[in-house]
């Protein structure tokens, strides 16, 4: 049962909720109403009933023979009742029927009431011709004259206002079902109509694919839960998209730039083998071809740490770590490359601590460090700059190299991005160093910004949360 249940459709299980709650209050409801208007309509007739047996008490007396006496004087069976008197009827002992008192006719009634419970004191209803129905009271009635407990029926006519019971059950019982049906039904199309968005969402979902990731559900009321579950599901999707596009878009750069050393590393070896040569000829192809090799080396080494950065992000660590320390230690590992260029640092930075992850913050001023040494000209300045500004530390490597034109600006941290690619690539660069410094620092919470420097060459600026 648990199991089918779980197999019907939300609509379904909604509205058989709604349906049987509904019946469920419902029939509370009559059952209450009934009981209630019953009670309060057949009242004064019980009451009726209870004065008319007191003066029956009253007036009623049986001798020790068994004779019936109304007001002390014998009551004749031939002589018709005073419908003024109240009506009743004596049972013996032996359920047998002593005398009855009514005003009516043999002829006028169809079928008599049957005997009595011996004993008990209760209220019936009997139809005792078409047209004409009893309310009738039954009690036990001592006769001491013959130490016997005899049954008295009190009887009156059940009045047409009691009869609006009748009709209030017929109502209830016709209503009820047709309620409950419309409770249903009603349910059902409400439901129906409130989680249409969610079909509409179901079909569109299912025909979002890998290949087809620009599709977006359906937002029908951006205000109510199936609205913002779409609108959640659908910035999901928009991030989902981005990193395929970021994925294809990778996968694209990457083979192509694997092409370039390959094909290089062939072509030496292919040119090389055409003909024999001198070992020292031999020595200088392998040379130039364990460089390029390198150069493929180095660049997986990087395409792997980018990709680092972005599926499972590495830990983060938040320790204290000593700016000023850090900056001269990257300038001390990079120092050989700037004397092969004659060039010459210049640190300005205050003893400052940071809350950061010092391998990352490392690496990303190590990269800014080496475009600048590779990309200024011999005998110039760089400029290392520590400073703090409002909750965040900056941290600006500045050159007096040519700088990077506008309209390169903008796609500086893209990856593979080189402005000049024919003069950079006897640079090493894969130009990948900044997409990373960019990764880095995002990983960081903090971000890199290019501006031009004064008399032509670039500053990159690090800008790091304090905490
Ligand atoms: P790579 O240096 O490996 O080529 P980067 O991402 O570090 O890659 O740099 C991208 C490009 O930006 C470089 O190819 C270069 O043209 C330019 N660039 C980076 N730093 C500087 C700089 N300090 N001065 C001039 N150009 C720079």
């Not at 049962?1 to 029939?27: D, V």
């Not at 009595?116 to 009271?137: H, Q, Y």
């Not at 049906?181 to 299912?206: F, I, Q, S």
């Not at 230690?329 to 700037?338: D, S, T």
Request: hydrophobic share 45%.
């Amino acid at each position: 049962m648990k199991a089918w249940w779980r197999q019907r459709t939300l609509r379904f299980r909604l509205a058989a909720w709604y349906g049987a709650g509904g019946t469920l209050l419902l029939a509370i409801f009559s059952a209450t109403l009934y009981s209630y208007v019953a009670e309060t309509m057949a009242r004064p007739l019980d009451s009726e009933l209870r004065q008319d047996l007191a003066e029956i008490r009253q007036r009623l007396a049986i001798t020790a023979e068994g004779v019936v006496l109304w007001d002390r004087a014998g009551a004749t069976s031939q002589a018709r009742w005073n419908s003024e008197n109240p009506w009743f009827e004596l049972w013996n002992e032996q359920g047998e029927l002593v005398r009855r008192f009514w005003p009516f006719t043999e002829s006028r009634v169809e079928s008599m009431p049957v005997a009595p419970e011996p004993g008990r004191d209760r209220i019936s209803i009997f139809n005792v011709a078409r047209d004409l129905r009893l309310r009738v009271l039954s009690v036990p009635y001592a006769v001491p004259a013959r130490s016997e407990t005899w049954m008295i029926r009190v009887m009156t006519v059940h009045r047409p206002m009691a009869d609006g019971l009748g009709a209030l059950r017929l109502i209830i019982a016709g209503a009820l079902p047709v309620v409950v049906a419309l409770l249903v039904l009603g349910g059902y199309a409400l439901t129906r109509r409130w989680l249409k968005p969610l079909d509409l969402m179901v079909a569109e979902a299912n025909r979002i694919t890998a290949e087809d990731l620009g599709r977006r559900l359906p937002v029908v009321n951006p205000h109510d839960e199936l609205g913002q579950l779409a609108e959640v599901f659908n910035v999901t999707l928009d991030r989902l998209e981005e990193s395929f596009v970021a994925l294809d878009r990778f996968v694209a750069d990457a083979s192509h730039e694997l092409r370039t050393p390959l094909t290089t590393l062939r072509n030496v070896g292919e040119v090389g083998l055409r003909r024999s040569r001198t070992v020292e000829e031999y020595r200088e192809i392998i040379g130039s071809m364990l460089e390029e090799a390198q150069r493929l080396q180095l660049l997986t080494q990087r395409l792997l740490e980018l990709a680092s950065t972005e599926g499972d992000a590495p830990t983060v660590e938040h320790l204290p770590v000593r700016l000023d320390e850090l900056v001269r230690r990257c300038v001390g590992e990079l120092g050989i490359l700037a004397e092969n260029k004659s060039q010459r640092f210049l640190l300005e930075t205050p003893e400052c601590t940071a809350q950061t992850d010092a391998v990352l913050l490392r690496q990303a001023v190590q990269n800014l460090v080496d475009n600048a040494i590779k990309y200024s000209p011999a005998g110039t300045t760089i400029q290392i700059k520590v400073r703090e500004a409002g909750d965040h530390w900056v941290i600006e490597v500045t050159d007096e190299g040519p700088g990077i034109g506008v309209e390169h600006r903008s796609r500086l941290t893209a990856r593979f991005f080189r402005p000049d690619s024919g003069r950079d690539r006897g640079r090493g660069g894969f130009g990948l160093g900044l997409a990373l410094t960019k990764a880095y620092l995002r990983l960081l919470g903090g971000t890199v910004e290019y501006a031009p420097a004064p008399g032509g060459g670039s500053t990159f600026r690090l800008t790091l949360p304090r905490v």
